[in-house]
């Protein structure tokens, strides 16, 4: 298919995603008629690779290991989302800067995956594969339609994802049916999706900013929850340090363990590999029935 006929860009986007990360970004040829698909945070690069595959080429405006909340995109970015084929999003606060930048450009094809987040502030629901799943097939619609030549590989991919995250979600439910009801003590409140599909209770130290000092009324309460609960290790994330938790899990004789949001993601991680190493944790550090 011609690079023309989809109504793709070619050089001129290519030349504005150099620094980019992604796949292959900023170095294909002017006419290697691939799509330009630009994402916004690492699950939704995931998801647009793996759907797109060889038809397209994904950036990233987040870098490996970058604050994906603190996103504010350059004028290149600017272009480059308003140039791209597709661009994959989540609107709603988690990147304000982002969602102004696609209200003013309003780019042609863009899929926001505010259509299977619903838990008000928290942005993380692809701690929920089945949800994940559900933007794969948004994705394969919306190059379906930019690149219909090659919308039933689009589908079929989209297919294999949904295979491959429907099985990371019964390794979930198989290894934590004893933990029904279980408390899920985080330093902060970023598993609310996971806490959710697999029947855990979410007790956050903090809330949704992982910078904030618990009050001590927070970390009374905490203490009251431990004692009622059992629970026996508080988790937290690996990018913003294990201060509070390390502090309040030495005052309450509990263990500390890593949960990964997905979000500040390393070059190399993926996200197959990071739900796996999240369950492992879980199963350690859960009070369950095992």
Known sequence: MSPTSSGRRAAPLAVLLVGLTGCGAGQAAEDDGRLDVVVSSYPLQYVAEQVGGGHVDVANLTPPGGDTHRLDPAPREVAALSEADVVVHLTGGLQP???????????????DAASVADRGPDPHFW????????????VAAELSEVDPGHAADYDDAAARLE???????????EALAACDGATLLASHEAFG???ERYGL???GVAGLDPNVEPSPSRVR??????GRTGARTIFFEAAAGSGVAEVLAGDLGLATDVLHPIERVAAGDSYPELM???????????ACGT
């Not at 800067?97 to 899929?111: G, K, Q, S, T, Y």
């Not at 309460?221 to 431990?226: H, K, L, M, S, T």
């Not at 796996?276 to 199963?283: D, E, G, K, R």
């Open 221 to 226: 309460a905490v203490a009251e929850e431990v």
């Open 276 to 286: 796996s190493a999240n369950l492992a944790a879980l199963q350690r550090g859960l």
């Open 163 to 173: 295979d491959a995250l429907g099985a990371i979600d019964r390794e979930y439910t």
């Open 127 to 138: 701690l929920d594969p089945l949800r994940l799943a559900q933007v794969g097939r948004d």
């Open 201 to 203: 209770r979410q007790v």
């Open 193 to 195: 999706y996971l806490a």
């Open 97 to 111: 800067a982002v969602d102004e930048v696609l209200e003013r450009e309003r780019p042609d094809h863009v899929v």
